[in-house]
């Protein structure tokens, strides 16, 4: 099984800079082994240098910057272990426009092979929806839900 | 496996019967703030094995049940439906020609009095068989399928041993 | 000061459900003393109910709601005792559009005794600004500003 | 009291000198992730007097001073410098007919070696005297005049006790 942990984090640390470099569009990112010999117990580190930045303490980075990191791990383990379901709640709240579609991009592609629920109250991320569900409260405190076409969401997020 | 649809009755703020079919590729649920989307999410954590009514935002299980509003009775208990549909022999989705896939629903209920049921295809059964289901699929609560702001910004602002799930999932 | 400190509760329950009432459209709040014969060391527990929704557990709150609740808490202070200066990094992120034109409403009139300083990715929310910097890293790791005009926006912000 | 201007020099991402006029009203500042938004939140932190490392997002308060980028060299110290006036016998920003505002210039600076400074007019003093300058304008960094979404939501999620503030600031 030490063998196993050892591949797992092998693949994941590979496919986190890759994921990485497709979000931030460049820069480098990396898994670090607190002990390197003991694999069974090492706590992980984290490394991650968006483009044109200097190596910094993980906790400097902005509050979007801080998301996009986390989701490229989360998004490498799915790539390499997909997972039948994927349910993010509003993941992309503090992302910016550019960093919205790199992330929709992302998820288009992982969609594949995986069942994607995404709440959201960002119009550009619900242009990826291939089903959008309305959820609304007319009856205070009671909540009902209706099946939309990107046109109708107008009506229902105000 | 594929999931087929996700029934909420009278759990939180989904007063009367709601059935969400799901279909493959990305889903989006939209809505004002306080309109039950989270809701939602919860119910998928329930309906999962979620034991903890913290994670839930409650204090005690029973808050998740139907609790009444402004010209809403309460209700006496919650029921969330979840149908799955397993295809044997494979971790994809593709519908090889092979068997037809099993369609299961996993079912869970509480109600006021404390007492919880759980239910496969309608049979009573314990909540160790529905997570022994849960195991073989990979929908498993504590995973990192289902994210959220917290547990997004968790992954960076956690100590280096609260990590190691990242790599022990995927061995 | 005890009695001091009974004005500062009575005024700042009284306010609170008034701004609640106002950011919500409706509904109620509460400041609850924990020991009422102690205003010295009490703790204070906060009741916040939405229009049409029954009392809860102010945890089961959605995460737009439990925002607003703040923000109405605090600006309820802000105008029982104006600061010269306040600084909002992002706080519109988790609402939905109906709640952030409300906010900027009554951002609107704090300013009136208050400079605001607004961090935001919404268009909504950079509506209500009298002067707009726009922040960019042309030259990587370096930051710039410009001064700009609601039009020049969307440069900056892509 | 009025803020009429923040200057920052070689505080985190702004190597070079960044002066920026403050007016009455709204002002927005917008950009991509990671521009330096925040960074300027933090400068207003830091030259109000902030002393937590931690709460600037660093492990120790050398990390303010800039540390280079791809194409620039780290700086030696970093400045942060606000400009207020401050009216006489008035907390409202009117500019009665009595005396002309006193024009305040508040200046912190921190250099590689670990060596503070504190300036008021551009003459040297102790953190003490702008903070006694500071009680008297109400610009208090611990106030809840700076908010980002942590500390909103602590109002939610915080004990009982830890609201306190919220009456005794206004007593
Ligand atoms: N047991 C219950 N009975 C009735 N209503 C409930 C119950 N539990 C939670 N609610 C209500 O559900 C609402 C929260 O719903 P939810 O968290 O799903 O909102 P949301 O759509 O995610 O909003 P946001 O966009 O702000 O995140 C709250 O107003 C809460 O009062
Ligand atoms: N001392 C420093 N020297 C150089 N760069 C620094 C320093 N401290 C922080 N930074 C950089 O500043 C950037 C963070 O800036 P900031 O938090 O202001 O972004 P932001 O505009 O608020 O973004 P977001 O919209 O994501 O919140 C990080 O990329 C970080 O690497
Ligand atoms: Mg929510
Ligand atoms: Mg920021």
New interface residues.
């Given amino acids: 099984t030490k063998r196993r942990l050892r591949e797992a984090y092998n693949l994941l640390k590979e496919k986190f800079d890759e994921v990485f470099k497709t979000l931030f569009g460049g820069g480098k990112a990396d898994l670090i082994l607190q002990d390197e010999d003991n694999i069974l117990e090492s706590g992980i580190d984290i490394f991650a240098q968006p483009p044109g930045k200097k190596n910094q303490n993980l906790n400097q980075l902005s509050g979007g910057e801080k998301a996009l990191t986390s989701l490229a791990l989360l998004f490498a383990g799915f790539l390499i272990k997909p997972s039948p379901l994927c349910i993010l709640d509003e993941a992309d709240a503090p992302l910016d426009e550019t960093n919205i579609e790199r992330f929709s991009t992302m998820i288009k592609n992982l969609s594949k092979n995986t069942q994607f629920i995404i709440i959201t109250h960002n119009r550009l991320t619900m242009q990826i929806a291939d089903y959008i569900y309305g959820v609304t409260m007319e009856e205070p405190g009671v909540s009902k839900y209706l099946a939309l076409q990107f046109s109708d969401v107008e009506n229902t997020v105000n | ?3 087929k649809q996700i029934d909420l009755i009278g759990f ?5 019967k ?1 059935s ?1 079919p ?20 919860d119910a ?1 954590r329930w309906v999962l094995g979620e034991q903890s009514a913290k994670t839930l ?3 005690k299980m029973e ?1 998740v049940i139907f ?6 009775k309460p209700k006496a208990m919650a029921e969330v439906s979840l149908e799955i549909l397993l295809y044997p022999n494979s971790d ?2 593709s519908n090889g020609d092979d068997k037809e896939p099993d369609k299961i629903i996993l079912t869970r209920r509480l109600y006021r009095s404390g007492e919880s049921e759980y239910l496969i295809n309608k049979k009573s059964c314990r909540l160790k068989d529905i997570r022994d289901i849960l195991l073989d ?3 498993d609560v504590k ?7 917290q547990r ?2 968790d ?3 956690s ?3 609260e ?2 799930f ?6």
Same sequence: chains 1, 3.
Avoid: W
Wanted: proline share 3%; charged share 20%.
């Fill in positions: 496996m594929k999931i939180k703020s989904f007063a009367e709601a969400f799901l279909h493959n590729g990305i889903t989006c649920i939209v809505g004002p703030n306080g309109c039950g989307k989270s809701n939602i999410v998928f935002r409650g204090d808050e609790q009444g509003s402004a010209t809403k994809t989705k699929t990979g929908l995973s990192y399928s289902i994210l959220d702001q997004i910004s992954i960076v602002n100590k280096p041993h990590r190691r990242l790599i022990e999932e995927i061995a």
